[in-house]
């Protein structure tokens, strides 16, 4: 029976609508009734009568309806809409019987037009939240209004009933609602005032609740009426005013790190508007936010999956159209899906609007390409958080320090304030925060090797080139090489990515010419020259316009060339089948870009603590994962992915144990399956048996991630799993003898002997929330065994101690500023070539076709990263080389390409804890602990370095 008056079926919607109207009836009599009372005080037609009560008897219907559906019988009768049909039926019985006016309590009616934002709803009148606050705002002013006029026509027309003579005035029940009115809205003429105690008693207690009801009801109306209209406007695009749209997750703390980044990118010369197009009204903090901002942000009310508000922002005209995801979603399989959709509404309206979107997930990125109108060359991209993170901390493994360090020439969130705080030697922080750019070379550079460009451009241009985008194939195709092969020799308009300060330091190398700029030694001096060798520089849209030229150069094709300059495969050893009887099991996967095997059973992969396995792991890497059975997944092929990267060899591969619960770790098993050297062991990076039982004191590297099920919604209290086990894991660390400890970076290497020393467990931590960093620092011992930076920057992970991925959220701006920056983190990060060969991988027959032979030795001959020591080989014998002579020399003699320093901090430094040095000065004099940040072609072992 409650079913059947619900409005969850049809029969329950009839009802609840016809007792409404019906009320609204009844309430329209009772005001006839009063008229015709003041006029005509014992006569009232027998026809109003007889249709009062028809409906009441329909309401003494319902009511039994009611109290025989209803579960709390008790509650029922204390519910307001039983209370008004106690007052207002038996008064409208009693006239029926007297044939004479009888109004009791009957203005109690006017109470069931809260009903009326209900109704409303189930008839889709109202369907936004605009409009429901609007009307509940609506029902609640006038049924309140209408009920206190009700009571005080009541009380004044009859009088207290102890006084006597009848104290009584008569009032018609439309000045009540004047006198109601004034009283509300604070005016008090006092033209007409209550005589009775009641009515004055009455009016103390409304006059505290009336004026609060009206003096925050017209306020909030209006305003939603104003910012209504605001938020629903058009916007008027102006001519020669650059403006881009952000939607998808807009909310305060997105918007606020959006604003920030974007402003942090412009250097403060704001020459783009942002519009926010978002799917809620925004709240007070929200709208502060939008003011401050108001010269260069503008909200509108809307959503991108309607065509009617993509018109509104003038999508079609827009430069971007920038998709924000939100990281901490606890569904980000329907996040992802979602921005998807956007993504696919605006290019069906818009087919030439340039998208770049956020996405939690990896494998959610197979549908974008699927979108019609999508192109990664006219600067379509994606930022993957999952893909970035995890290729992040995979990378820290290898690399000490690297998180730091392409934080700081990406992002540029260089902790400078540590460094002043812990140096003294000042010439270490310089001036200058250096970052990565992109640019076009000259075409002077055209025939050369990237050695010859490399070493030129840091010798007398003062500039580092880290790696130059290739082009191949037929329809544009282009693919980041970084520091490539010394047999691939640049090609007329290749775009090159520098380690410089400013655009203007990048422009050298775009403006340099060999007859003007051969004999100027000041780098400062080159600019522009007037020899008209040189074409002028080219607009993104006109950039697409060589990819047609850069295919066909002296008549032969790129396609042809790229295939003649790539080298052999080389191996260390000599022997190229020395590898394959290591490694028998292990191929390359499609197109060379990882070690891949046949599926492992999961019970084989599985370890014990019976298992005589584990008593052999050495130099491993230990990765702590928490979940269930129900968790969404982290997606560890993201992780396992850039450690089984072909830029390694098999030898130098490390095995990976992933630590954590059973019934976790199954799920995610078929997506890694076929990467060797993979070990599972269940049971908790909590528990101190089971780290002991995967050694996690000989791992070379012990990686937590956080779990993407929260424990509390408190922020303080998401990373808790994550904090205590790095705890877990700290407490076993443990001290070691000098011999132990050269062998990890050869004699010397350790700085000081006298102090201390320990065996640091490198271990790099999640967090969802970087400001739970303190909970970590403030751990015993945290002076000493926690980096400087960690203490102050929460972000930065100099010493693999903490990662949070909240960096990441300014990869959106610097992306819509040169997406060729993002295709670079990516293949240093991830190991990715570019967008358009990971599409090509999910077409077998074509990958079979036509990558076997020209794809294939792009990735192959990719170079991986390494923190390499100073070798005897790179020092000339004296004790005074830079920075710049270790870097000609590791470039002349292995093609190997240095580009920052991992340097220890003063004593007392027990823990022998190091900071990132980004793009060292040339003339930064080199010390015997240095390590070095190196870029190191494939077929050359790090060990013989």
């Known amino acids: ?188 003429y006092g033209d007409v005032v209550v005589q009775t105690a009641l009515g004055r008693t009455f009016i103390f207690f409304f006059i505290i609740g009336g004026l609060v009801l009206f003096a925050n009801l017209i306020p909030e109306v209006l305003e939603i009426v104003q910012s209504r209209r605001g938020y629903k406007s058009c916007y008027e695009v102006v001519s020669g005013k650059n403006y881009i749209v952000v939607c998808g997750n807009v909310t305060l ?158 992002i540029g969130k260089e902790n400078a304030e540590t460094k002043r705080k812990h140096l003294k030697d000042k010439m270490l922080l310089g001036d200058k925060d250096y970052r990565v750019m992109a640019l076009q070379l000259s075409n002077d550079f055209a025939g050369m090797t990237f050695m010859e460009v490399c070493r030129l451009c840091f010798v007398k241009l003062n500039l580092i080139l880290l790696g130059i985008e290739l082009q191949f194939g037929s329809r544009g195709e282009s693919a980041i090489l970084i520091n490539p092969s010394p047999q691939i020799k640049l090609c007329r308009n290749t775009m090159g990515f520098f380690i410089a300060h400013s655009l203007g330091e990048v422009k050298r190398a775009h403006f340099y010419c060999r007859v003007c700029h051969s004999d100027i030694q000041d780098p400062e001096q080159i600019e522009k020259c007037q020899c008209g060798s040189k074409p002028s520089p080219k607009t993104f849209s006109e950039k697409m316009k060589f990819y047609g030229e850069s295919l066909v150069l002296d008549g032969q094709p790129a396609k042809l060339r790229s295939l003649s300059i790539l080298p052999p495969q080389r191996f260390v050893d000599g022997d190229p089948h020395a590898q394959e009887e290591e490694s028998s099991s292990v191929s390359l996967y499609l197109t060379g870009r990882f070690h891949w095997c046949d599926a492992i059973p999961l019970h084989e992969a599985l370890l014990s603590c019976e298992n005589q396995a584990v008593l052999y792991l050495q130099d491993h890497i230990l990765v702590c994962v928490f979940g269930d059975a129900n968790s969404p997944l982290i997606g560890l092929q993201d992780f396992v992915m850039p450690l089984r990267a072909t830029n390694l060899l098999y030898h130098e591969l490390k095995d990976i ?54 424990i509390s919604n408190n922020p303080s209290l998401v990373d808790t799993e994550s904090i205590l086990a790095t705890l877990n894991v700290r407490s076993m660390e443990v001290k070691l003898s000098s011999s132990s400890l050269d062998a990890v970076f050869g004699a010397g290497a350790l700085g000081n002997q006298s102090e201390p020393r320990y065996k640091r467990i490198p271990i790099t931590t999640e967090l969802k929330f970087s400001p739970n960093a303190r909970f970590i620092n403030e751990a015993p011992r945290s002076s000493s065994d926690i980096a400087e930076e960690d203490l102050l920057s929460p972000t930065a992970a100099p010493a693999g101690a903490i990662f949070s991925d909240g960096f990441l959220n300014s990869l959106l701006s610097m992306t819509y500023y040169n997406h060729h920056i993002l295709a670079l983190l990516q293949a240093l990060v991830t190991s990715r070539t570019s967008p358009e060969l990971e599409q090509l991988e999910e077409e077998d027959r074509r990958l079979s076709r036509s990558l076997d032979n020209v794809v294939q030795n792009p990735y192959q001959v990719r170079c991986k990263l390494a923190l390499l020591p100073l070798s005897e080989r790179w020092l000339s014998g004296g004790m005074e080389d830079s920075f710049g002579d270790i870097y000609c020399k590791a470039l002349d003699t292995f093609g190997i390409l240095c580009f920052g320093l991992y340097r220890l901090t003063e004593e007392p430094n027990p823990f022998k804890n190091r900071f990132v040095i980004a793009r060292p000065a040339s003339d930064l004099k080199m010390l015997p602990t240095d390590l070095l940040f190196s870029i190191v072609p494939f077929n050359i072992a790090t060990e013989d370095l």
């Open 253 to 410: 703390k997105s918007v606020t790190t959006f604003l920030k980044d974007f402003l942090l990118q412009d250097k403060g010369n704001v020459c783009t508007e942002i519009l926010f197009l978002g799917e809620s009204l925004p709240s007070l903090e929200l709208e502060a936010v939008f003011k401050c901002y108001s010269p260069y942000a503008t909200f509108f009310y809307g959503s991108a999956l309607n065509s009617e508000d993509l018109k509104r922002v003038r999508m079609e005209s827009a430069n971007a159209c920038l998709i924000l995801a939100d990281v901490c979603s606890p569904e980000p399989y329907t996040e992802d899906i979602s921005n998807i959709m956007r993504v696919l509404s605006v290019k069906n309206h818009c087919p030439k609007t340039r998208v770049i979107l956020q996405i939690i997930q990896s494998r959610n990125k197979v549908y974008l390409p699927n979108i019609p109108n999508w192109d990664w060359k006219m600067g379509d991209s994606i930022i993957c958080f999952a893909e970035l993170k995890l290729g992040f901390m995979a990378q820290s493994c290898l690399v000490p320090g690297l998180s730091t360090l392409l934080t700081s020439l990406f």
């Open 657 to 710: 144990v992933l630590l954590g619960p059973l019934e976790y770790l199954q799920r995610e098993w078929k997506f890694i399956q076929n990467f060797p050297k993979l070990w599972l062991f269940s049971g908790s990076a909590l528990s101190c048996a089971d780290l002991k039982a995967v050694n996690v004191q000989d791992c070379a590297a012990c990686v937590i991630l956080s779990s993407n099920t929260p």
């Open 1 to 188: 029976m409650e079913m059947m008056l619900s409005a969850q079926t049809s029969v329950g919607r009839v009802l609840m609508i016809l007792v409404f109207l019906l009320n609204i009836g009844t309430l329209i009599i009772y005001f006839i009734d009063l008229i015709e009372a003041e006029q005509l005080p014992y006569s009232l037609p027998a026809r109003v009568i007889y249709v009062d009560k028809f409906f009441n008897a329909f309401f003494v219907f319902y009511f039994g309806l009611r109290f025989v559906g209803a579960d709390d019988k008790l509650r029922f009768w204390l519910e307001l809409n039983s209370l008004v049909d106690f007052f207002t039926i038996p008064p409208v019985f009693v006239s029926a019987l007297l044939r004479k006016n009888c109004f009791g309590l009957r203005f109690l009616r006017a109470l069931r037009l809260l009903d009326l934002p209900r109704i409303l709803q189930i008839l889709r009148i109202t369907k936004d939240d605009y409009s429901i606050r609007l009307s509940k705002l609506f029902a609640m002013f006038i049924s309140t209004w209408l009920t206190a006029a009700g009571f005080i026509h009541l009380v004044e027309n009859n009088g207290d009933p102890w006084v006597q003579p009848v104290n009584s005035q008569h009032i018609t029940y439309f000045r009540c609602m004047y006198l109601v009115m004034v009283t509300m809205s604070t005016v008090g």
